[in-house]
């Protein structure tokens, strides 16, 4: 049946990959900090572990989908919230990225090595766009300035090794995180309302398919005098 293939090639895309929203709120400021590269590893080993490790993730999220009751209606909010739960199970389980971790592994990965402030607030610009991220706030700006202002002041482009200047940068991005209202204490805060933002438009996605197959169904004569289901009445798990 044409619904049900579909919607088992959603559910398992949503495994693996999450919709990228555009946000309302500033990317937080993060600390320039780096971290070791994973140890590498050669030909069929590294290929036997990357095949392991994919094929266990599946697994373990296709089973707790299995077991899990999902409503396919994203504009019931206790329907939202219960998808978000399952997906946050999932990532816990199958040692998933969420989002958040996601972004912060890119930062980390793509501006490793980058030796001045500028280029890495650039870069941070750069990433923030091409996730489709927005700045509502206008927080890049700010952080523009002040780094200007440091530059001013030390009389020199900054480098991420020079403590003293960037203890200065790092004091200007207090001071534009507490006038924008964001605190560090708020950051799981705001990392659940981005992961309840996604679950919601998984489950618009997820309508949307379901609604297209079952047109698609209707189409056909042998399906023509039936009535089209209540996508919310639809368990994903008869599909899996």
Known sequence: MAFSSRLLSKSKQLCG??????QQHAIPVRYFAKEAPPKALKG???LKNIFLEVKNKFETAIGILRKEKITIDPDNPAAVSQYAKVMKTIREKADLF????????TIESRTEGIADARTYLLTLK???IKRGLTDELGAEAMMMDALEKVEK???KPLMRNDKKGM??????FDKINKKLGIR???LPKYEEQLEHKIAKAQLEELKKDALEAME?????EEFKDEEMADVKSLDVRNFL
């Open 126 to 128: 750069e990433i923030r």
């Open 98 to 105: 969420s989002e958040s971790q996601r972004i912060k592994y």
């Open 216 to 220: 698609t169904q209707k189409k056909r």
């Open 17 to 22: 990959s999450q919709v990228i929203l555009q």
């Open 184 to 186: 560090k204490e708020d």
């Open 44 to 46: 069929d080993e590294m």
């Open 167 to 172: 203890s200065l940068l790092l004091a200007e």
């Open 153 to 155: 002041e030390i009389k």
